[in-house]
């Protein structure tokens, strides 16, 4: 590495102790750097091997927990209702006794997120509200997953599969791995960004720049 000619005038200008703890803050710096850029590698890793490779399903979960998503209205938004929609095939099939809609609203005077669901479902579906319960305080994929495991502890439920999209499935089960949940997570099995190379490209990004920073507050948490 070719150092600015600037530079070198200010090394030699400088004391030894200064000179050798500019140089140490420096290698540290870059150190630093190396591994944020790793870990956003690997996340990135992960975020596409999650969504690539499908996880075996248990046999017998007891409940499905729908991750939220927008919501316009008394209507799930696209993506939410192919999470709704998955959820629903999986008690149909019944690998799952229960489905728990997830999602509060960013707006007061509006439905949540999981109240929406759960009108869709039973109004196309016809679930039974019995088999329903519902998580309406959060606003985040963190908090979906924080509300619910005290849902679990309050219905002695244990065993869950988390239904979202492909590439947030990484995040997701990172989370909950992180509260202690037993979770396995599943895709839906279509996406609003299939065949959007672009758009599913930002996506994936994000997600890796998200687990990433969700693996650093984590780290940074239990120091």
């Known amino acids: 590495m070719i150092m ?3 530079y070198k005038n200010f090394l030699l200008e400088t004391p030894i102790f200064m000179r050798k703890l500019i140089k140490l803050i420096l290698k540290l710096f870059g150190l630093v750097l190396l591994a944020g850029v790793l870990l956003v ?8 091997d999650y969504a690539q490779h499908k996880r075996p399903l248990p046999e017998q979960a007891d409940a499905v927990v729908v991750l939220g998503a927008a919501a316009y209205g008394n209507n799930p938004s696209p993506v939410f209702r192919e999470r709704i929609n998955y959820g629903i095939e999986l008690y149909r099939q019944k690998k799952v006794k229960k ?10 005077g509006y439905p949540t997120e999981a109240e929406v669901a759960q009108r869709y ?3 196309k579906f016809r679930i039974s509200q019995k088999d329903i319960i519902l998580e309406n305080e959060s606003n985040n994929t963190y908090d979906n997953l924080r509300y ?3 849902l679990l502890r309050l219905n002695h439920l244990q065993r869950v599969i988390v239904v979202s999209d492909p590439d947030h499935l990484a995040r997701a089960q990172a989370m909950a791995d992180a509260l202690g949940i037993d979770a396995t997570v599943a895709a839906t099995p279509t996406s609003l960004y299939y065949g959007q190379r672009k758009k599913r490209l ?9 687990l990433s920073y969700f693996r650093l507050a984590t780290l940074f948490q239990a120091a």
């Open 4 to 6: 600015p000619l600037k």
């Open 41 to 48: 590698v690997f996340s990135a890793w992960q975020v596409y």
């Open 99 to 108: 489905i728990i809609f997830t999602g509060g609203t960013p707006v007061a």
């Open 121 to 123: 479902a039973r109004q």
């Open 148 to 150: 619910t495991r005290t």
């Open 202 to 210: 930002q996506f994936m990004l994000q997600e890796a720049l998200s």
